[in-house]
């Protein structure tokens, strides 16, 4: 059964600490993990993509590593903002063949304090 | 707009009655997506569009749930005799379907909040 978990579920960090988001997924065929970011009440958007022989992406102070060996993916934040306080989900699409259908993790909740 | 947009954005409604839900893809995406987020829980798949061809519908929960896409646009998602265990949060995506590349970013919309009492 295709999986994706992410940890931890929650996390509460300071303004300005950096954090690692983690996910591990069981996803087959694996074409690209993407990360979302979804504010409260907003829809996901997304924050990077990467495929099977990618294994960094970087979209400003966020940077994502793919490790397809071990199908573990990490989201680090750099100098956390307020702003940043939101839920990040992993997600592994199957790809063209497998209709492009998407594998959600649970998502972690991260709450970034003054 | 240029985004996805659905409506209504809350819904409440009695257990029992039909309800519908409506999403506006972004221009000329052919692929749309319905999706359920439960609170505290992940995002559901529920149901796939893409062009004119037959939907999958392998995510669907149940046979009182239904979409629809008329004109290979606007999409409706039913759900009938609703139960409280429907209540949630509705979300549709698009995306193109330019190449097959497998790596086409799906655009939420803001999500319709359907409380069921």
């Known amino acids: 059964k295709n999986q994706v978990e992410q940890s931890p579920q929650s996390l509460i960090i300071l303004e300005g600490k950096n954090c690692t988001l983690q996910?591990?997924?069981?996803?087959?065929?694996?074409?690209?993990l993407r990360w979302y970011k979804q504010d409260t009440g907003r829809g996901p958007v997304s924050l990077t993509i990467?495929?099977?022989?990618?294994n960094t992406k970087s979209n400003g102070r966020y940077t994502a590593t793919l490790d397809a060996d071990t199908k573990q993916s990490s989201l680090h934040i750099t100098a956390s903002q307020l702003s940043d306080s939101a839920s990040y989900i992993c997600?592994?699409?199957?790809?063209?063949?497998?209709?492009?259908?998407?594998?959600f993790g649970g998502g972690t909740r991260l709450m970034v304090k003054p | 707009g240029a985004g996805v947009s659905q409506s209504p954005s809350n819904k409440v409604t009695e257990k029992g009655k039909d309800v519908e839900l409506r999403c506006d893809p972004i221009?000329?995406?052919?692929?749309l997506y319905w999706y359920r987020q439960s609170l505290g829980q992940g995002l559901e798949f529920l149901i796939y569009?893409?062009?004119?061809?037959?939907?999958?519908k392998s995510g669907l929960p149940s046979d009182r749930f239904s979409a629809e896409r008329t004109g290979g646009s606007v999409s409706t998602l039913t759900i009938q005799r609703t139960q409280q265990e429907d209540s949630a949060v509705y979300l549709c995506?698009?995306?193109?379907?330019?190449?097959?590349?497998?790596?086409?970013?799906?655009?939420f919309g803001p999500g319709t909040r359907l409380l069921v009492l």
């Open positions: 995506a698009s995306s193109s379907r330019a190449g097959t590349s497998g790596q086409e970013t799906q655009y």
């Open positions: 996910c591990n997924y069981t996803v087959s065929p694996f074409s690209n």
């Open positions: 990467m495929t099977f022989s990618e």
């Open positions: 997600v592994v699409s199957g790809g063209y063949n497998a209709g492009n259908m998407l594998t």
């Open positions: 221009s000329g995406h052919t692929a």
């Open positions: 569009f893409q062009g004119n061809s037959a939907p999958d």
